[in-house]
Each structure stands twice: as C-alpha cells, then as structure tokens.
C-alpha cells in the first residue's frame, strides 16, 4: 500500500467530499487550510474555514504541525482531479520518478513550489507529461484548465517563466505544427509593438548613415567602431526582437560615439585651425569625412556662442543623422538645455560634440521602432506608419534603410495598403544593386573574398537556418585533418572559410534560380570547389594553357628552358594567363610545362590558379572526396626549378572549370563539408547536435533541454565505433526520453566524418590502432571498423516517408519529398523576416506563404512576398 | 613595515624621476573592497610579453644531475628554490623568494599561437583580430567580477606598432589583449601619460581635464535621465529593452560617484611623471617602468584590482635596452635569432628579461610597503609574468612557462617552488585553461573549467590544478 502525506491525504479525502480548497478569501464552500489546526494526539483535525467549520475523524493518521507558507496554494478540486489522474501515479511519495513528488505543493517552501510549478507549467505546455507511452492522456481541454491553473498560481507570484521562454529562439517549434498549419485558426495576425534591437549588420549601415555616405565610400571600414552586440551562433534565425541593449553594450557605444562625433567634426576643426589636416591621434585611422555638415561647421568656426536658432539646427541635423526624424518638442527642448551648458563648459567645438554623442547613446539608434500608428481595427490592431513601414520592409531585404522610391512612397501616401507594400517588396527584390554586396564580408581575408550577390540578406537566411557559417568556429587537429586542414588564423578563415564560401556560392546559385528551392538545397549534388574565377575566365586560362602546352611540349623544355623562354616569348606574352612571364621567368615556363604535363599530359584539366601562385592556399578539396591538387612544395616558387616528386603523390584532381559540378556522395548543403564541420566537435562527429538539427529545422520538432544533472560525454572504448558508444551510452531510458528523437536523424550522417569526408569504414584513433604511415610517412593510418549509418525518421506526417532509412543520403532525399520539412523552412522564414516566434495566430501568415512557395513552383522569392506583405509583418498591437 | 604615508615618501625617493605626492590618504584600499567586506580583496596582476618565453631560460641553474636529468626529458618533478639558485636574469627577484613559483609545463595548444596571439593567452580559446574570435571574457576580467572596483579592471600595454598586430598608435588607446566578453575587447592605455589622464581623470589638475571630465559627467546625466524617462513609460519586455540600458548608464554614474568619493585619496596618488615618462620619444624601457607606476597608484588607491599590462609584444620596437639604449630593436629579429647592433639575439632576451624582472621587483616591493589589515597589500596580491605565445618565437604552445609571485592570503600552496608538471600529451598534464581554473575556483568563481579545450589531448582535460591548492 501507498504511504501519502497525511496532509495530501486529508486534501485528497476533503475533494472526494467534493470541497474546494482555497487560501483566504476564497469564495463559497472553501476550506480555508490557512487556519487548520492538526492535532497530533488523538487523530482529529480541526479546520477552520470561512464558511463552515468541519471537523473530520481520521482515524490512525498521524498529522504533522502547521506546514510552512506553501500551504496558500489554491488547489481547485479540479486540478486535483487531474493530478490524481494522471500524475501522481509516477509522482508521489512513493514513487517519485525522476525525483519530483508532486502529492505534497502545499507543503513546499514558496521559492520551491514555484520552481516545481515552472517545471510542469513547461512539461504539460509541450505535451511532454504525461509520457506519451501512458495509455491514459488528458483531452485537450483538461491540459488546457490544468495548465490554466499552474498559470494562475505563477502570475499571482509573478514567477511564471513560460511566457518569457516562448519567446526565444529555442522554442520557436513550441506551437503545435498541425494547428497552425490545419486552416482552423480564424485570428487576425499581428506582432505586438516593440522595439527591435537592430543587427551588427543594421548598425553599420547606420553609422554610415551618419555620415551620409554613398557609393563605394559605403565600403569604408569604421576603424573606430565596434559592434556592441553579440548574437547567438547556434544554427538558427539569430536577430529576434528579444535581444537586449545591456551594459556591454553601453561602454562600447561610449567609444563609439565619441569615435564618430570626433570625426563628424574634424574637417570643420582642420577649417577652425584647431587642429592639422595632417594630424591624426592614431596614424592607423586617417579616415575623415569630407565635409562637416554646415550647421556644425558654423557653430565651431564661430568665436561667440552660437544662437538658440544655430542650437536647434544643429540638434535637427544630428537627429536626423542619426534617427532619422525630427526632434520632439519635448526632446528639442531637453537638447537645447544641454547644449547651451556643455557648449558653457567646454566652449563651441567640445560642447557641441558632446550634444552630438548624446544623441548617438540615445537608445533609439540601436533599435527598430515598431508601434503602428492611426486608429486600430476591430481585432485592436494598427497598421505600420507609412515611415515604420518603409524601414521594416528595406531592414527585411537588406540592411540599409529605404531607398529614395521607397520613402517617397511612405511620404507621398503610396504606403497604405498590402497592394503598395507588394509593390515595393517586388520593386526592391528586382534591384539588383541597392542591397548588392558580400554574402559575408567576415568571411572575406586573404586570398578570399565573400562572394558578392545582389540580395545577400536573402543567402544570410539560409545561412543561419543551416548553420554552416559555424563551421569557422570549430577547431580542428591539423593532422587528424590529413595535415591539410587549416584552422583560422590571423587575416583568414583559412579551411573552414573557403568551404563555407563555396556553401554560399551554392545557397546563392539555387536562389538565382528559384525554383523547388527547398527540395534544391536539401539534394543538389552540385557544388563549386576552388572555383575563383568565372566560368569564362577559366575557359580562357585553360584553352591557353594548352595551347602553350600543346606548342612546346616536344621542345627540350626540361634541360633548356631558358632557349625555350627565348625562342617563344612572344607566343607565350599574347597569353596573358601564363602570367607576367618574361624572358627572366624560365624556372617559372619549366613549373608551367610540369604542371602542365602532369593535367593535360595525362588527360586531365589542371585547377586555374598554380600552386607557386603567391598565398596559394586551396587545400581542402579532399574533404569533398575530390583528389587534391599539387602541394605547393612540388614546383617550388615561380623561380625555382627544383621539381620534387616526393611532394604529393602525382594523382591530381581533374578539375571542373565550369561550376558548379557534380559530386559523388553527396546530396545537398546537409552533406556539405561546411554544414558536417559545424555540426561536429574538435576530435569527433556529433550525431546528437545533427540529429536535433534535422529535427528542430525540418522536422519543426522540440528537444527537451538537457537536464543539468546528464553526464553528455560519449564514453571511451578503443573497441567501438562512435555509434556503438553513443549507443551503449544513451540506452537508458532516461536518456533515450531525449535521445530518441535525436539518435536515429544524426546517425545516418555516420557516413561522414568530422571534416565531412565520405567514408565506409571508421578509423579508430588510439596509439594502439595505428597500423601504419601514409605513402608521405607524415600521418597514422589505423584500424578500422565498418560505418553502420541506419537510422530512421519520424513524424513527418506522411507514413510514406517515415521509417527506416539507410544512410544521411536516404534520410535526405525523403526528407526532401516532406510537407512537413518544406512547412518547417516556411516556420523559420517567418521567424527571419518577422524577428520572432509564431503565434498561433499567425496560422494565416504561414498558409499563404506555404500556398504561395507550391503555388509559384518553389519560389522563395514568392514566399518573401507573401511574408512581408502579411498582416503579421503590417500590423501592430 | 611602512604606512601609506612611508609608501609614498620612499617611493618619491625610489623613483627618483617619478614623483608621488607625500599626503596620507583617508582611505585604505581594503576599505574599498566592495565584494568581501572586512577582508582585503585579491588584486591580480597579468603581465605577458611577446616573443616566447624559452622553458629552460627559467630552470634554476643549480639543479642536481638526477633533477636536470629530469628537467631535460620534461618529466614532472619538483624544487625547494630555496636550495637553488635563480637564473641570472632572475636576479631581481632573489630577495622574494618565499613569494616566487615558477610554474613549467602548463600548455595552450588550444591558444593561437605563433607570432601572436591577441586574447588567446589570457583567454584560453584561439582568438585573432576578428572580434568574432573573442569567445568569452579573459580569466582577468572574470578575476575582476570577483573583486570588484571602480574601475574593474585597468590594462596598459607597449603596443605593437608592426608585425601582424600592428595598433595604430603607440600612445593612443586602442585595442589591448584583454576582452570584457564574448565580441567585446578590452581598450588599453598604450603610454602613461594618456593611462593617468584617464584613469585619474576625475581628479586632473588641469584645466582642460577637469572641462573633459564635467562634459563627460554632464552627458552621462543626460543620457540616464532620458533613458530612464523613456524606460518609465514601458511595460514587460519592452521595458527591458530600454531599461537594461538606461540602469547600465546609472551604474557607470554610479561609480563615477564612488571614485568622485575617493577624491581625496585617489587625488594623493596621481602619478606625477618625469618628463622622460611622458615624452613621447620615451624609451620601451620608460615605458615599461612609467606603466608600472600607473599600475601601482591604480591599485594602491583602491580605483581597481586587477591590471593587466602587455609588457611586450611581437610587433614592438625596442628601445632602450641596457647598453644598446639607442638602437630600435625589432623583436621578430631577435625571435630569429639575429645579431642587432653586434649584440647577440639570446643576449638581447636576457637584458629585456632581466627589465621586466625589476618591473616585477618594483611592484611587490611597493606592495609590500602598503599596509593592510594585519599585513601589507602584497600579501593579497598575485603577479603573474608569462609569454602571450609559450615556448618560443615560432611556438606551439606546447609550453608557457609561468613566474608567479603570490602573497601569503591567496589560498595556493604557492611560494619557494620550481614546478614541472607533466608534459603534454602524458599522463596528469596541465593546460592553461586548468591553471586559471585553479584561480578562480579558489576565489569564488566554481566553473567546472575555464577554457577551450585541446582537441589533441585525449581524456577529460577539465578543473583545477590540485596540486595547487592548500
């Protein structure tokens, strides 16, 4: 038999009495427990209440004194019920499984109800209590009056953490997918009005604003300027609405503003004779604008104290730079009040910077303003202003405010209506060079620039929804990497970069295209490698070089190259891809016809930039399965003739000089090397962190948080593959509440390692392993054992597509053919463009954009348009 | 033992071109602790250098044959220093002895190594000059928080001005080898002039010093007092939004007051240069000593707790050095082991080396002249001078030899002791990222492990040093 509190078990006899219990104050027929008074001595409890004064005999029970000031709960009759129900079968004294009791609330400590309370405010939220495997589950209107009440008892404690929560990204799939997507939900869609913490990419648009630049002086680095927020680099939409300005990012607006008001005032100072135009505190930073705005000007050149009038305008001027609107009266009259006494103190040039960082710290200028304006309609919403609007639309495509159409359609009154915003929208994603620029200018170093699109706020989504930018941020042991990975380092991203380029080359290249672009990326088997020149510049390189090979490959080029050089100068300057050649160049002609002799010598196509080239650095083509090209030690550099055949081992890649190409192995960004690098730690794969991945972003699935107490490390075992430890680890039916819906989507990409290369048989790295060198003698060659990639996939929604699956590249292909994944990518786009969760009533916005990518034959294009033109993205509330 | 009133009058004599006001302040620096009231708080002290430290130039040179045995296969092993010998350049800190621990065998091998290193050796991750590299704060600023300050942390730095780290400025504020947070750098002061004109300003002497820092103040009044109104007006999240912001203005006011209430002491210890301090044509060497005066007064008057000052870098020009004293040195020369000026590039390490050895010797000295609570204010003090890139120029961060001078409160078996604690890749092998978890674990921080890991190291490679530890 059970053992129950005695108080728990007086409770439960008083609701099958069919009381309520309640604290003081309650209404009707309460037992107010606040005044019970339990008698240890002859098995009698009187209780006080309100209304009625019972007393109960309960023979045999022991009750203990007063309970401390948890016994307040309200604990309606109902919700006992339920908990009874369904609940206290695992959770009682007795059994208390994973250690929570919930048969005693009332006698816990406030602080630890509350704590109790969030945890299954949180469990019964996400349908993970009780278990799914339990027969008995509640309806859906039990969970929600179960719910109603742990809610109820948390906000009158001002402690409920659920709301909060629902807001991040981490709980961006809370809403149940069915519902949103089953056409039942009526509301009206709106997002609430907020302040939007722009992005660093928003931000340094805006400090270029300030200085009202243009053209390609947009391009000038803002020495002084460091972006003072940090976003999440997990995978996944990173800029939502939630981000908070905190204290980090006051003291590095502080060094901001006075950064850019000292150079907002320079030219003006250079004209005061304050300072020398030559003069510049850090010769590192020799940047100046051209002009000081004339305003500004004035008041520094002029040797009285400037007038209200000059004040004002300045004040307008600094405003509009940097907020781009007017003062208020109100803020006007503040400014002014400032102005006028730090221009008292430090006189005209000092005082006036001062008033011009001070706008500069105002808060507004790191946050989008979205609050709506005019009257709200029948369901309490308002549209965006004509002016809010104009910026939400422009920051949606890019990261630059409004062009000049755009804004003279918000002040003409062309912004009004769904019809003006998807006339902009389409206008603004037909131009091709308002937003153009670098997908990623982080990415860009040396010897790689980003590549460069007309839309690259478009590549950034998918960037952040797969995740493989992070492949920079995991380190990698060199040697494990075939000692030709290349960590980060100083002025590049080294391996990881180019890999990560050439995944944006690839999201890019199918965005251009625009059609099943979902089904694209996810099993596109072409990619672009190495490629650092366009297709038809490579053409070019190649039909030259081999007309150079083809016209000197009998002549003694090997003994003589220096005659060679001489006799055929002429034929080999017209071709201007054999470099800056002259007649002082022969090692270099000797290097060309080796490298030549050993691509087209033995029929292949060489890669159009030679490994003598100076900063040669393309290495990682072995972790796509490609061969690698020649190591830059086999020719030496352009003067050397010291040709080494040890140097690498002669097999080299025949590369594709139009691309993308096809590649074996591979299907999709999921099998890019990037994507695998990124989700995969410094010595091994991570099935976990992909698994999840497949299920949070194609699956719209949830994975509980780790429990603080999991031991996460996969166990040692030099006999084992990593699945087989993972496996033996995660077997417990503990782990497997979380692992089984990770397990069986991460373990197909077993047929990957960690640096994304293609493989049957997996290496065991131990000391006692190793069975030998490669041919080079430089790496370990060990033991192996055969990769086993099953897995399975669920819950798509379609019994066709769920079940067992071979390998990632089964798992994918299905994946590709899923409502649900492609519904999934539609849930992550709204997140993008809108900067925060859905609501449930934001099933409309999601349908249509759904409707609109299978209407439009898989357009993303189509889906923006229909986002942005969405009452979720227009109205405010 | 010396009161302050003694410190300051030796060290007006000691300094003999550096001057400091002789006025007994009102104020003790314990008195100023604002995390650990009633006792002192720990003052910490990072002092890196470019270059590479060599492991065997800071092998005592008397050690037994069995013992060198050891030391040469870089097998673990342990001396009584006071049984042995300094090595030469080591000389200045023979007389502290029972504070001094050489500290051999930690690796960074999850640092960026190499020429340099930027916030890689403070911070244990691989760190570059892209701000996205910066993962998290530095054990130094995570040291602040502990003990908190005024100004939390102050860094001083001899800037590179070439190589690959290059700051633009030797003189100027830019940024140091320090980070406040993840993406977030730390500014460091690259000359003592413009380090005691902002870390003193609310006492400056000067006219315009005293404008800039009303013009300061007076926009920071504005600024609260606008956020703050905007902030009344909103609701929830909303509220935050702007909330966050407008409370992190009024906490910097809030310790501008707290040092505005320190006047009167921190007024006694502005460092009052000899011109050969603040010219700008200063020697390294000037410099190097001119910094460590700032550091001093800084700690001394309770604005911070923790400094960390780059003594060197990769990319410096030296000048200054003994007997060369006219000659720019470029330290990637003497990485590479050239000949500068007829002076040989190991000698040039030993003459640089043996400097900042009398900068350490400066600071513990002063320190010990400041009493506080039963003791002096070294006694809550820890120094630590190690390479910001381990062994060597071209290094691998394999080894980062640490000199650490602790005083008696900083609850580490520390003191008398020549350590070599396993090498990499063995067996009980220590990492930076265990050394600096051992600091914070004994004071107050718990995290499991501060640190990247090693990807090449197999095993669990997390926690502190025990061995350490009283």
């Known amino acids: ?877 | 033992m010396q009161n302050r009133r003694d410190f300051i009058q030796n060290a007006f004599l000691a300094m003999g071109g550096l001057s400091l006001p002789g006025i007994i302040p009102n104020l003790s620096a314990a008195q100023m602790s604002v995390a650990n009231p009633g006792n002192p708080p720990m003052r910490f002290i990072f002092m890196h250098r470019g270059n590479g430290l060599f492991p065997k130039s800071v092998v005592p040179p008397t050690l037994g044959p069995q013992e060198q045995a050891l030391e040469d296969k870089n097998l673990p092993f342990e001396v009584d220093l006071d049984r042995h010998q300094l090595p030469d350049w080591m000389g200045p800190l023979e007389k502290h002895k029972a504070n001094l621990t050489i500290l051999q065998g930690l690796s960074g091998k999850m640092c960026t190594t190499g020429h340099h290193s930027w916030c890689s050796s403070l911070g244990a991750y691989m760190a570059n000059e892209r701000l996205s590299s910066i993962k998290w704060a530095t054990v130094d600023f995570e040291l602040a928080k502990l003990f908190p300050s005024p100004l939390e942390h102050i860094e001083l730095a001899c800037f590179p001005t070439g190589g690959g780290n290059a700051r633009g400025s030797l003189d100027g504020i830019a940024k140091g080898f320090s980070a406040r947070g993840p993406q977030q750098p730390n500014y460091a002061f690259g000359c003592p002039k413009i380090a005691v004109d902002e870390i003193f300003k609310s006492v400056a002497n000067t006219k315009d010093g005293q404008i800039k820092y009303q013009l300061e103040r007076k926009v920071l009044e504005f600024a609260a007092a606008n956020q703050s109104g905007l902030a009344q007006h909103l609701q929830g999240i909303e509220r935050n939004k702007v909330g966050n912001y407008a409370n992190s203005i009024e906490d910097i006011r809030e310790k501008n007051r707290k040092v505005d209430l320190m006047a009167d002491v921190v007024r006694q210890y502005i460092p009052k240069l000899d011109d050969k301090y603040l010219n700008k044509d200063m020697s390294t060497f000037d410099r190097q000593i001119g910094h460590v005066e700032v550091l001093l007064a800084s700690l001394i008057s309770g604005l911070t707790n923790v400094a960390a000052f780059t003594v060197d870098e990769l990319g410096h020009e030296y000048t200054g050095i003994t007997g060369m004293e006219k000659e720019k040195v470029n330290m990637h020369d003497v990485g590479h082991g050239k000949v500068i000026a007829g002076v040989d590039a190991l000698e040039i390490r030993h003459r640089t080396n043996t400097h900042h050895m009398t900068l350490v010797d400066r600071i513990v000295t002063r320190l010990k002249g400041v009493r506080e609570g039963n003791g002096t204010m070294f006694d809550n003090t820890m120094i630590f001078y190690f390479p910001d890139n381990g062994e060597t120029h071209h290094s691998h961060g394999t080894e980062y030899p640490f000199i650490v001078m602790a005083g008696s409160n900083t609850k580490l078996n520390l003191g008398r002791r020549y350590m070599r604690l396993p090498y990499w890749g063995t067996v009980g092998h220590k990492t930076l990222g265990n050394w600096y978890t051992t600091l914070l674990n004994v004071n107050g921080n718990p995290i499991k492990h501060y640190g990247a890991l090693d990807p090449a190291l197999k095993g669990d490679q997390t926690g502190l040093i025990k061995e350490l530890v009283i």
């Open chain 1, 1 to 877: 038999m059970r053992k129950r509190s005695p108080i728990n078990r007086v409770v439960r006899i008083l609701l099958k009495l069919g009381f309520e219990t309640s604290p003081v104050g309650g209404q009707g027929d309460y037992l107010d427990f606040r005044n019970c008074e339990f008698s240890p001595y002859d098995g009698l409890i009187t209780i006080t209440c309100q209304s009625v004064l019972t007393i109960i005999a309960l023979a045999s029970v022991v009750l203990p004194a007063a309970a401390g000031p948890g016994t307040t709960m309200v604990l309606p009759k109902e919700a006992g019920n339920l908990l009874e129900t369904y609940c206290y079968d695992c959770h009682d004294d007795t059994t208390q499984k994973g250690d929570i009791r919930l048969d005693n609330l009332s006698e816990l400590s406030l602080t630890a109800r509350l704590d109790l309370m969030n945890r299954m405010q949180e469990k019964v939220y996400f349908e993970e209590m009780p278990p799914k495997k339990k027969k008995t589950q509640p309806t859906d209107e039990e969970r929600k009056r179960l719910l109603a009440w742990i809610s109820e008892d948390l906000h009158a404690n001002n402690a409920s953490k659920l709301e909060d929560k629902l807001r991040y990204p981490g709980y961006g799939n809370a809403i149940d997918h069915g519902k949103l997507f089953s056409g039942a939900i009526k509301d009206a869609p709106y997002t609430p009005a907020r302040r939007w913490l722009v992005s660093p990419q928003i931000f340094e648009q805006r400090v270029l604003d300030v200085f009202k630049l243009e053209g390609k002086d947009r391009t000038q680095p803002m020495y002084g300027v460091t972006n003072p927020f940090v976003q999440p680099d997990t995978s996944g939409v990173r800029d939502y609405d939630t981000n908070l300005l905190d204290g980090g990012s006051l003291l590095v607006m502080m060094t901001n503003a006075e950064w850019i008001s000292t150079k907002q005032i320079r030219p003006a100072r250079v004209k005061a004779g304050e300072i020398q135009a030559t003069d510049f505190p850090d010769p590192k930073d020799k940047w100046s604008p051209k002009e000081t705005p004339a305003v500004f000007e004035s008041i520094i050149l002029k040797k009285s104290v400037p007038t209200d009038k000059e004040m004002t305008d300045a004040i307008e001027t600094q405003f509009d730079r940097v907020l781009r609107r007017k003062p208020t009266d109100v803020e006007l009259k503040k400014y002014l009040d400032l102005t006028r006494s730090t221009i008292a103190i430090g006189g005209n040039t000092e005082g006036l910077q001062k008033m011009l960082e001070a706008v500069l710290l105002e808060s507004e200028f790191l946050y989008r303003l979205e609050f709506g304006a005019g009257s709200a309609d029948l369901s309490g919403r308002k549209m965006l202003s004509p002016r809010e609007g104009a910026y939400s639309i422009s920051y949606a495509l890019g990261d630059r405010g409004p062009d000049a159409a755009l804004i003279n359609a918000a002040q003409s009154g062309k912004l009004v209506s769904k019809e003006d915003y998807k006339r902009e929208v389409e206008r603004l994603l037909q131009d091709k060079t308002y937003y153009s620029g670098q997908i990623d200018p982080s990415v860009s170093g040396m010897h790689l620039t980003s590549h460069v699109t007309s839309h690259p706020k478009i590549v950034r989504f998918f960037r952040e929804f797969f995740g493989y930018p992070n492949a920079t941020k995991v380190f990698k042991d060199t040697e494990r990497g075939g000692g030709i990975y290349r960590n980060p380092d100083r002025g590049t991203l080294a391996s990881p970069g180019f890999m990560v380029d050439e995944a944006d080359r690839v999201v890019d290249w199918l965005l251009q295209k625009d059609q099943n672009l979902f089904e694209n990326l996810l099993t596109t088997d072409e990619f672009f490698v190495y490629h650092d020149k366009t297709d038809e510049e490579g053409a070019k390189i190649i039909k030259e070089w081999r007309e150079v090979y083809e016209a000197l490959k009998n002549t003694d080029w090997r003994n003589d190259a220096q005659g060679v050089l001489d006799k055929n100068i002429d034929f080999i300057k017209a071709r201007s891809s054999m470099r800056p050649l002259d007649a002082t160049r022969p090692g270099e002609l000797k290097n060309f016809m080796l490298y030549f002799q050993e691509s087209f010598g033995q029929g292949r196509t060489p890669f159009t930039t030679v490994p003598w080239a100076h900063g040669y650095t393309f290495h990682h083509a072995p972790f796509y399965g490609l061969p690698s090209t020649p190591d830059i030690g086999r020719y030496g550099s352009w003067k050397s003739t010291q040709f080494d055949p040890k140097v690498g081992n002669g097999k080299f890649w025949d590369y594709p000089v139009k691309q993308p190409f096809k590649i074996a192995n591979r299907k999709g960004i999921l099998s890019h090397p990037a994507w695998l690098i990124a989700h995969s730690k410094n010595t091994q794969n991570d099935p976990v962190t992909r698994g999840r991945w497949v299920r949070e972003k194609l699956l719209a699935g949830r994975v509980p948080d780790i429990p603080i107490t999991v031991d996460a490390v996969i166990p040692e075992n030099h006999e084992k593959t990593l699945r087989s430890r993972l496996e033996v680890k995660t077997q417990e039916p503990e782990c497997m509440k979380c692992h089984q819906f990770m397990n069986p989507l991460g373990l197909p990409f077993e047929i990957f390692d960690d640096f994304g290369r293609y493989r049957i048989e997996e290496f065991l790295e131990y000391p006692e392993k190793v069975v030998g060198k490669t041919a080079d003698q430089r790496l370990n060659v060990y033991q192996t054992l055969p990769v086993n990639a099953h897995g399975a996939l669920d819950s798509t929604g379609d019994p066709k597509l769920d079940g067992d699956v071979t390998d990632a590249l089964d798992m994918i292909a299905k994946l590709a053919k899923s409502v649900r994944a492609r519904q999934s990518i539609i849930r992550y786009a709204f997140r993008f463009y809108m900067g925060r969760n859905e609501m449930l009533s934001d099933s409309k916005t999601l349908i249509d954009a759904d409707k609109a990518y299978v209407g439009s034959g898989g357009s993303f294009k189509a889906v923006i348009v229909s986002l942005l033109t969405s009452d979720s993205f227009i109205y405010r509330k």
